[in-house]
């Protein structure tokens, strides 16, 4: 598996729940770029921010200027 740019700066993560669910948005404190993720309520906190922050190094890859 390729692993994404790591974030420079803070990430900013919110938990939100809805039902049965999280919702769990991270946010790159440098460039804005937020993603989200949803998981079910009884996943841990730490399961739940790992999965945004890897969904989050992914974008950011993606967003980042072709070499």
Do not use: N
Not at 39 to 59: C, E, F, I, N
């Amino acid at each position: 598996m390729t692993v994404g740019r790591q974030p420079k700066g803070e990430v900013y993560f919110e938990f939100y729940p809805v039902g049965r669910q999280v919702k769990v948005t991270a946010i790159d404190a440098t460039t804005g770029i937020e993603v989200v993720v949803l998981g079910p309520v009884q996943a841990t906190q730490s399961d739940l921010q790992q999965l945004a922050l890897r969904k989050l190094m992914r974008r950011l890859a993606e967003e980042a200027p072709a070499r």
